[in-house]
């Protein structure tokens, strides 16, 4: 008998398996994650929106297809699965977290939304975000922050913390987000997922509320590196209405998260070291599990290479000027027009007030600050000084990579440089927010792809640390093998996934904390 609280607690591939046998129906696993849902996100706050009944009408249907013996259902059918709010879903509102969106239901779905729907996977809504995905903490998120499930008092990382609480709290499987500087696989690292950025047009972002479209990637958040294969598969490919989307065949990422759990998968595997995300700056407990892992790796045969990227480390200031300037590019078409919010000024007055007194009242301060950013940044006089010299940047950045993958398979760094800090401990300090994407955004940079899992717990407070592995462009495969093949290690030593075995988490048990 699988009860509901087994059912929460399952990866998806587990899931689909009792789903395609028969043994639970998709009504039965939609329901167990409301469930959840009802019992601890007035604690958690991963959601903006839940689907409710439209899941479970869903989800109806996916059993009713099954009875009949449909063959056409994918291997993911039935299977509950939360969305990032940045991405636009025809039946459920799409705010990006922003004030400027309150409400706002687009006319499509995102081509990956439309593919969860075609693979018979069951939306359960809509997760929270700091607004248009700027922040690391989603304390920026207009309606309310998100917290971390293992611990209340901290942030689940960000943009996309709404994914990561959700997937880490059993409020679902898995989960979508969207990557354009670390948001991704930052929230994993703090609470103790898994996520992937995907090469730079390996998903479509086709209907994706876009922040810098240069670096924006959709991707996956789940507990293990297997589910995360399985939804990249889903939602990977090429797609004719995204421009940047690469027309290549891909491999099964789940084929390749799977070869990872065979014997010798790490043999001869060359892993490079980076000299400059390693050691100054980071926690102490998360280099220590860090150095742990690398030892780990090369037990299992791996080889480990120090690699010198001696121009990773102006990648945050290229970052926070190219960001930006994208971002009041992409953000100008929040006019209070075409979407959304429009306040008109006392006594009326022009369309250029209308749309000012839109935008003051419709953007909080982190899209302001960005937009007054980038603006400037590339203003007649000031666009050599400022845009130019990043993108000369983040060229030498590229070529950093190039270097390096002639001389290794993979490059490693922790996925973050500390553990989940408290709400409100940066706030305040945009530079201390800025700097948590360290180790992520050389990959945005260069486009190419990055995977974070958990490595454990730091000793110094208990909190889950994540690594970060990268991979030459179009490389996805790999870093789900070497994903799988690290996981599986740790999972020998631990009895179970590091998820499955926190007594620490706030939320752990069905029925929340109150
Ligand atoms: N934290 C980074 C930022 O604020 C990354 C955001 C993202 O990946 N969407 O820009």
Request: aromatic letters at 6%; a negative charge.
């Amino acid at each position: 008998m699988t009860t509901a609280n087994d059912l929460i607690h399952l990866p998806a591939a587990d899931l689909a398996e009792r789903l395609s046998s028969g043994e639970v129906s998709s009504v039965e696993a939609t329901q167990a994650h409301l469930d959840r849902i009802a019992a601890v996100d007035g604690d958690v706050h991963a959601y903006l929106h839940v689907a409710g009944d439209a899941a479970l009408e869903r989800a109806a249907e996916i059993d009713r297809l099954r009875a009949e013996g449909d063959a056409g259902l994918g291997p993911l059918a039935g299977v509950p699965v939360a969305i990032k709010d940045v991405l636009c879903t025809l039946d459920m509102p799409s705010t990006a977290g922003s004030r400027i969106l309150e409400g706002w239901v687009p006319p499509y779905d995102a081509t990956v939304v439309r593919k969860l729907r075609e693979a018979h996977l069951i939306p359960l809504g809509k997760t929270n975000m700091d607004e248009f995905a700027m922040g690391s903490s989603t304390e920026h998120s207009a309606y309310g922050p998100t917290r971390n499930p293992w611990d209340l008092d901290r942030i689940p990382g960000g943009s996309g913390g709404g994914s990561a609480a959700a997937v880490a709290a059993f409020e679902a499987p898995f989960a979508l987000g969207s990557d354009t500087g670390g948001s991704i696989r930052q929230p994993a690292a703090v609470t103790g997922s898994v996520g992937v950025k995907p090469t730079y047009g390996g998903v479509s972002r086709y209907g994706a509320i876009a922040l810098a479209s240069s670096l924006d990637q959709v991707g996956p958040v789940s507990r293990t590196v297997l589910d995360s294969a399985l939804l990249h598969d889903v939602i990977g490919g090429h797609d004719p209405r995204d421009s940047t989307s690469i027309p290549d065949v891909w491999p099964s990422m789940a084929d390749a998260a799977r070869a990872g759990r065979r014997d010798g998968a790490l043999k001869g595997m060359r892993i490079g070291v980076v000299k400059q995300l390693n050691g100054e700056g980071f926690q102490a407990g998360v280099t220590q599990r860090f150095t742990e892992a690398l030892t780990l790796l090369e037990g299992a045969g791996a080889e480990i290479v120090e690699i010198d990227a001696p121009n990773f480390e102006y990648a945050i200031a290229a970052y926070y000027l190219i960001l930006p300037a994208e971002a009041s590019s992409n953000l100008a078409k929040f006019d209070s027009v075409r979407f959304g919010l429009r306040v008109n000024p006392p006594g009326g007055g022009t369309v250029e007030q209308v749309m000012s007194a839109t935008r003051e009242a419709g953007f909080g301060p982190e899209v302001k600050r960005r937009i007054i950013l980038g603006t400037y940044a590339l203003s007649a006089g000031y666009y050599d000084a400022y845009y130019g010299s990043a993108q000369k940047v983040r060229t030498l950045i590229q070529r950093d990579f190039d270097a390096a993958f002639g001389r290794v398979d993979v490059l490693v760094t922790p996925s973050a440089p500390t553990t989940a800090f408290r709400l409100g401990e940066k706030l305040d300090d945009p530079l201390a927010m800025y700097l948590n994407d360290l180790t992520t955004i050389p990959a945005n940079l260069a486009g190419v792809p990055g995977i974070g899992l958990p490595i454990g717990l730091a000793p110094e407070d208990g909190l889950p640390v994540g690594i970060q592995f990268m991979a030459p462009a179009r490389a996805d495969a790999r870093l789900y093998t070497v994903g799988a093949a690290l996981e599986q290690i740790l999972e020998d030593r631990w009895g179970g996934s590091l998820l499955s075995q926190a007594p620490e988490l706030a939320v752990a048990t069905a029925g929340g904390t109150n």
